[in-house]
């Protein structure tokens, strides 16, 4: 055993590039918390031969909040100095051996997150915040340069060891920057590569870039140009090379030269004891980099886990690694690492130190790369301490970090041989008690009422207790099993079980052999055998006596009371302290006077030790328990709570306490004198424990996070600082972090807080965490989120302190009379008493005292407390507040009284609704009637419904929720009341659907209309948004419930919504719904073909971008109607003349209007198809006449909309040799489709003679099939000879077309077959329809008259009403004139005006005419008779002999008979001049 101090420090802080350092001699600093703590490493720390080779020797203690950063002053001679940038904004400097502050300054405004000591310029200092910022400070001449090179937060920086103006910035976001502090921090390098947070920076060690062997792409030459400019004469042109390592898991080595990477080194993913780590999970990170002086080729790295990795940089395209302490399990970090400092002891010993979040810190040798030693740490507080009975030596520790330590105070090799357990525990251990006899066995206690067992010999997890305290657990106890009150035999009980005191003021027993049952309150036991009947105090403190016969339990009002086992019989109560008991301690009985094993001593919240011998007492086994008011010895001196007090093993009566006023007194008790005072804590004291073999050697831990072992013969002092010496003891305390400001300090509800668990300065709030995750440590993740645990026990934030506003008090006059004076609530009790016990009546002067003291009611009988009621109540009402008036008359149990003037005043509530019932069941109906009246006034008809439901009155409830439109609220209540078949419910379904109809909201009201039974509204309302889904849609709903006919209409509509978009493979699905649909398949599947068809020949009207064809066979070389009639076979199975049949049935009953040139062309296309259809049908059942009147249709909508394009695809694909093989088919001339036949001929030969005469106009006609054309030279005679005439024929305006002069002329003759085609003209020269169109344009020229003259009449009434005086007339005069109608030719030209009668009579003449033609002839459409002659004679001018004298003869005779308009008269008088 050591006979030195020694220090279990706080942990090194987390997430920092830099708090850690150490300078050649042996000198280690980290900082832990607000503080640093130094360690003296190597022969220069003074340890035993044999044992660890290093001492932690001090602290630097003066900053407020988290010290950042740390680093030496690594120049000779200034290896005392020291810096530290703290959170509380300060960079200070120190001198270690002083540990004092030299001088310091507080430039940045923003947190500081980074720091480093140049090592070329001894007095500079560089430092870095959250904004960007960076100062460098010159120490000796107290001078300064604020810098601002990005606005990005800084996460590490270093100063080059070779070139004293350069620095390397690490950022959060990945980027590096060198910059240049001598001009002004000039960026030299911007160095991008790593994308996330810089942990790290190494310089190598050697300068110049000779040192590393890199590829040759990454050795190249060619100039890099940082920032797009070159940089004259940097300092690097010699270059360096640079480390950086990043949370993206990357190592990168930089050319400072070049300004880029030449290396990237990528973490290994290592394999752990008991598993690997899975590549896919984003582990918790920190690289940190060390590069060894004098070794430019080895790198040291952190990794994943906390190991440490030597990488070997000679070749760069193997990467090569080592692990340190590859040979010894168990000797790396288990968590990640946060820095890596070197250290040359003064034995030349080249060490590297690292800290972890496993918080140690590891000392490697870097000859072997093998661990040295280790220091651990401590997370928060140290809570307890306690040494095994068994195995001596062993010191568990108790911690805020949720982890319980073992340590070995007694190893010989190893210091600090500390064994760490953490499973199960989760919390704060605030208690520990080793079993007296086994080994091993480790009761342990932590602030949220845990209670387990640990095996410290074994690594299961602990057993936990099944029952929990409410609160913190104080203390933990050994002792004799008591008789519990549950139910079983007394052989089954263990010799000891275990008792635990919470902060709940409960003392429970627990069955170390059963800890799954249910823990034993022993304040049952204790009531019962010594009858109590008052309450029981709150415990707070629980020691048994080591012979395990008496028992002391200490309370919260600071009695301590004395049990004897077995049945726990009360024989003493001590009333001594007088506030909260924290400790009591029994002498130990092995010392040489015995008796002295009955002095127990105890310590409260006040700073006085009590020492009570109870020998007597005991001895004597009173019959009634025993009241001690005087102590046997006093020991005074502390000033604050005492928290722990410890009974020396080595000494009779000697005994050591922890108080809150930071120190450690040693007492001889007997003869009340302080021997020493320890005051090396930073912090409160929590625990005391005296070492069980070394009589000098005691243990005390404390918030400060610290354990220390220190010697009484090394102390100074005696006692407790007093007077000045104490205040300075508390401004060192103070030092300390301080706590978030509290905002108001909670009430004590079970006594004030044990030890002030969480009261005071306590950061484990910041700097623990509620639980260790993974291995046994809290995270720096999770500490922030163990700020709200904390908050129950110091702070009420304000949210609780509205939940917890106390509400109104019910009696509040009689409330502020028990709030007299003394005096008053003296005679008060006077009085009671008085009117109580006096047997005969009372005397007048006590009834005038109750008549003035009506409070007292509450005391004494019925009448007096009715009056006290009255006058209660009365106040209520003139206050303002009618509730609580009811809620006295209730108690009272005027029920009915309340109900009635509640509902007069509009004040009835639901408490006292539910409260009418016991009024009688007709009272409370009334009430909930009036109740609900009420409430519709206030707009909750909501829940005046259910107050109705509640006495049954559902037609009432659901009317009144209709009428208020809250139909889904209607309709659950009558769905779930009603039966299925009550008509009020369909009358629910159908308004409501109706409402949400008018709203737009469609798809809730078929939801409605199906719920009413009414599917076919449902459907309807489907289809009324007109989309795509929403035809569809409609169309399987009514599909669903059999509305056949419906279903079919919405299927087609959807289809046809889908044709607009060319989406045909979407029509066809939508048009399968049904099998009545099959025939608009087929025009659909036609009109497919037909547009694909167009669109390959590049028409307009085919054309589209988006089209979503079928994959039908194409077969584009066979004829058209052969290509339909294979896919109608193949996609819909049409092969036989029934079934063609059947989808001419479905198909001819859809009549289509006629087309006008306004129809659009993709409708157009659909109603040609569908006359096309029932035309390929007809011939498919040999249906001639049928196919002809359909292709006549085809013809006649596409000539109507003036289409004629379409009209000439339709001739070509269903008539590609012409009419003959139709007029084969029809067979006799006389068939009755003749005349429509005649009309269709008409139509095929009219659209060639357009063709032929097209192929003539242009400007150099060509050889085609209708003529041949061979080149001549014209005359200027035959050039002026060219017609500017035009077609009259309006819809096609290519007729139009004035044909440009020509110099050369072609020799043009007919062919065979343009001989034919005029011959076929003739047909077109039809004097009967000729004189039926006629007769037509006569009709319509009197009409548009008509209309002209109705239009110049409501012409001249409109400016007859708004003229004035003499003017008015020339209207009338200009409307007169202006009835001459300008569509009258004939009579404008001789400027006659058409009188009314005389139209009358031209289109009944008209009529007449009209009527003597054949039906056949008004039935069938034919060309335009007139325009074919126009044609003929056009084409006859241009080439004479193409155009026989006949066919001209009568083409002039039928212009001059029917040609009367003017537009004939003027293209006639053109041709013949």
């Not at 932690?56 to 690594?74: D, N, P, Y």
């Not at 105070?409 to 989760?426: A, E, L, P």
């Not at 109705?1350 to 007339?1369: E, F, M, V, W, Y």
């Amino acid at each position: 055993m050591g006979q030195e101090p020694r220090t279990l420090p706080p942990s090194p802080n987390w997430y920092c590039s830099r708090c850690s350092d150490a300078v050649p001699g042996g000198l280690f600093g980290f900082a832990a918390r607000t503080s640093v703590f130094l360690v003296r490493v190597g022969p220069g720390a003074d340890v035993i031969p044999g044992t660890s080779p290093f001492r932690v020797i001090g602290e630097l203690v003066g900053h407020t909040e988290r010290v950042s950063g740390f680093t030496f002053c690594h120049h000779p001679g200034q290896y005392n100095l020291c810096a530290t940038s703290s959170d509380d904004g300060t960079v200070k400097i120190w001198d270690v051996e002083t540990k004092t502050v030299v001088t310091e300054h507080a430039l940045h405004q923003h947190t500081i997150s980074a720091l480093h000591w140049s090592p070329l310029v001894k007095d500079l200092l560089v430092s870095g915040d959250e904004k960007g910022v960076v100062f460098c400070y010159w120490l000796n001449r107290n001078d300064s340069q604020h810098l601002f090179i990005e606005p990005r937060t800084i996460f590490c920086l270093t100063c080059s060891p070779h070139h004293e103006d350069l620095v390397a910035i690490g950022y959060k976001d990945g980027i590096v920057v060198i910059i240049d502090i001598s001009k002004k921090g000039e960026v030299i390098h911007r160095l991008r590569g790593h994308d996330d947070e810089i942990h790290s920076i190494a310089w190598c060690p050697l300068p110049g870039e000779d040192c590393l062997f890199t590829n040759q792409e990454e050795n190249s030459e060619e100039l890099e140009i940082p920032n797009g400019k070159v940089i004259a004469q940097t300092p690097v042109k010699k270059g360096c090379y640079l480390a950086t390592g990043s949370k993206d898991q990357t190592i990168r080595i930089w050319s400072c030269s070049r300004g880029r990477v030449v290396m990237t080194l990528k973490l290994p993913f290592l394999k752990r004891r008991g598993g690997s780590i899975d590549p896919t999970v984003k582990e918790r990170l920190w690289l940190t980099l060390h590069w060894p002086k004098g070794q430019p080729t080895q790198l040291v790295s952190s990794c994943f886990g906390g190991e440490l990795l030597l990488w070997d940089l000679t070749q760069s395209w193997r990467r090569k690694y080592t692990l340190f302490s590859a040979s010894s399990e168990g000797q790396n970090h288990s968590r990640i690492v946060f820095n890596l400092c070197p250290l040359q002891t003064e034995d030349d010993k080249q060490l590297l130190l690292s800290t972890s979040m496993d918080r140690d810190v590891k000392c490697w040798d870097m000859a072997t790369l093998e661990c040295c030693w280790t220091l651990p740490s401590l997370g928060g507080f140290a809570y307890s301490l306690a040494f095994s009975p068994v195995d001596t030596g062993c010191l568990a520790i108790g911690a805020g970090d949720g982890m319980i330590r073992i340590w070995n105070t007694f190893s010989i090799k190893n210091n600090y041989d500390v064994k760490i357990f953490w499973q199960g525990v989760k919390s704060k251990v605030t208690a520990l008690c080793w079993h007296p006899t086994k080994e091993g066995c480790l009761a342990f206690g932590t602030d949220d009422g845990k209670v387990g067992l640990y095996d410290t010999y074994s690594n299961k997890p602990p057993q936990i207790s099944s029952t929990y305290h409410k609160k913190t657990v104080y203390s933990l106890a050994w002792g004799p099993p008591v008789p519990s009150m549950a139910p079983g035999g007394e052989g089954d009980r263990p010799s000891l079980t275990l008792y635990s005191c919470g902060g709940e003021g409960i003392v429970l027993q627990h069955n170390p052999w059963k800890l799954s049952g249910e823990a034993f309150d022993i304040n049952k036991l204790i009531r019962d055998t010594n009858s109590i009947k008052y309450k029981l105090p709150v415990h707070t403190e629980i020691s048994w006596k080591a012979d395990g016969k008496i028992m002391a339990l200490g309370n919260e009002d600071g009695s301590i009371e004395i049990f004897k086992v077995p049945n726990l019989k009360l024989i003493c109560t001590i009333q001594q302290h007088h506030k909260l008991v924290n400790t009591i301690s029994w002498h130990h009985e092995y010392g040489s006077q015995p008796e002295l094993s009955y002095l127990m001593a105890s310590g409260s919240n006040n700073a006085v030790i009590y020492v009570h011998n109870l020998q007597t007492v005991i001895e004597s086994n009173p019959e009634s328990p025993v009241t001690i008011t005087e102590p046997y010895r006093t020991l005074s001196g502390h000033t604050a709570k005492i928290t722990s007090l410890a009974w020396s093993p080595h000494h009779d009566g000697r005994l050591i306490s922890a108080s809150y006023d930071g120190t450690a007194q040693v007492w001889d008790t007997l003869q009340e004198e302080p021997l020493c005072n320890f005051r090396g804590h930073r912090g409160r004291l929590l625990c005391i424990a005296w070492s069980p073999l070394d009589p000098d050697c005691i243990y005390s831990g404390a918030d400060d996070f610290c354990v220390y072992k220190w010697l009484t013969s090394m102390q100074e002092h005696s006692r407790p600082p007093q007077g000045k010496k104490s205040t300075e003891l508390e401004k060192k305390r103070l030092s300390q972090p301080k706590p978030k400001p509290k905002k108001k300090k909670k009430p004590t509800l079970r006594g004030p807080v044990k030890q002030e668990l969480c009261n005071g300065n306590e950061e484990e709030s910041v700097k623990e965490s509620s639980g260790p995750v993974e291995n046994g440590v809290s995270d720096q993740e999770t500490e922030e989120e163990a700020r709200e645990p904390e908050l129950p026990c110091g702070v009420t934030s304000a949210e609780a302190l509205i939940k917890k506003r106390k509400a109104r008090s019910m009696l509040p006059l009689s409330t502020s009379l028990d709030h007299r004076s003394k005096e008053e609530l003296h005679q008060d009790c006077l009085v009671l008493a008085t009117a109580k016990h006096s047997r005969a009546e009372p005397k007048e002067d006590v009834s005038a005292d109750l008549e003035e003291r009506f409070h007292l009611g509450l005391f004494t009988d019925r009448a007096t407390l009715y009056r006290m009621i009255e006058v209660e109540g009365k106040g209520h009402l003139e206050n303002g507040h009618p509730e609580l008036f009811h809620q006295l008359m209730l108690w009272k149990g005027d029920l009915k009284g309340v109900l009635q003037t509640a509902a007069e005043r509009g004040e009835l509530t639901d408490h006292l609704v539910a409260m009418a019932p016991v009024a009688g069941y007709h009272v409370w109906v009334w009430a909930v009637e009036a109740f609900a009246k009420q409430l519709c006034f206030q707009d909750q008809y909501v829940k005046a419904a259910s107050h109705l439901l509640s006495i049954h009155k559902v037609y009432d409830a659901v009317e009144l929720l209709k009428a208020n439109h809250f139909y889904r609220e209607a309709i659950a209540i009558a769905k779930a009341r009603l039966r299925p078949e009550d008509p009020i419910l369909k009358d629910l379904y159908l308004s409501w659907g109706a409402i949400l109809e008018k709203d737009g909201h469609y798809a809730l009201a078929a939801k409605c209309y199906l719920g009413g039974t009414s599917a076919y509204d449902a459907a309807k309302v489907l289809a009324k948004k007109g989309d795509v889904a929403s035809l569809r849609t409609a169309a399987e709903l009514a599909s669903i419930v059999g509305e056949n006919e419906l279903s079919a209409t919405l299927a087609l509509r959807c289809a046809q919504e889908l044709l607009l978009a060319r989406n045909w493979v979407g029509a066809q699905e939508a048009l399968q719904l049904h099998e009545s649909l099959k025939g608009q398949r087929l025009v659909f599947c036609l009109l497919e073909l037909l547009s694909k068809h167009l669109e390959e020949k590049q028409l307009s009207e085919g054309k589209s971008s988006s089209s979503s064809y079928n994959a039908w066979p194409a077969g584009s070389e066979r004829p058209f109607v052969e290509r339909v009639t294979a896919v109608w076979k193949s996609a819909f199975s049409l092969d036989s003349p029934e079934q063609s049949q059947a989808a001419f049935q479905q198909l001819q009953d859809i009549k289509y209007p006629s087309a006008t040139s306004n129809t659009p062309s993709k409708q157009l296309l659909l109603h040609i198809c569908h006359d096309l259809t029932l035309a390929v049908l007809s011939q498919q059942v040999a249906s001639w006449d049928a196919a002809v009147e359909g292709l006549l249709r085809a013809v006649i909508r596409s000539y109507n909309s003036g289409n004629f394009t379409i009209m000439q695809e339709v001739h070509s694909a269903f008539l590609p040799e012409g009419c003959d093989h139709l007029r084969d088919k029809l067979g006799g001339h006389q068939s009755p489709t003749t005349p429509a036949f005649k009309s269709l001929e008409a139509f095929f030969i009219y659209g060639r003679l357009y063709e032929f005469w097209w192929s003539l106009s242009g400007p150099c006609p060509k050889s085609s099939i209708w003529v041949r054309a061979a080149h001549r030279r014209t005359t200027s005679v035959e050039q002026s000879q060219q017609l500017d005439n035009v077609s009259p024929e309006e819809t096609d305006p290519k007729a139009s077309q004035p044909e440009p002069s020509r110099n050369l002329e072609l020799d043009v003759t007919l062919t065979e077959e343009g001989e034919q085609m005029l011959n076929a003209c003739k047909e077109l020269l039809s004097e009967k329809h000729a004189g039926f169109q006629n007769a037509q344009r006569t009709i319509a020229e009197v009409q548009d008259t008509l209309a002209e003259m109705i239009r110049q009449h409501q012409k001249s009434q409109l400016c007859k009403a708004t003229a004035n005086g003499p003017d008015k007339n020339e209207p009338e005069q200009k409307a007169e004139q202006s009835l001459s109608s300008p569509q009258n030719q004939c009579k404008e030209e001789k400027n006659e005006p058409v009188s009314l009668p005389e139209l009358t009579k031209r289109i009944t003449e008209a009529n007449e005419r009209i009527a003597k033609f054949p039906e056949s002839t008004k039935t069938w459409p034919f060309p335009d008779v007139l325009e074919c002659c126009l044609v003929l004679l056009h084409i006859g001018s241009q080439y004479s002999g193409f155009v026989t004298q006949e066919m001209q003869q009568q083409a002039q005779e039928l212009l001059q008979k029917y040609g009367s308009t003017k537009v004939y008269k003027r293209h006639y008088q053109t041709l013949c001049t």
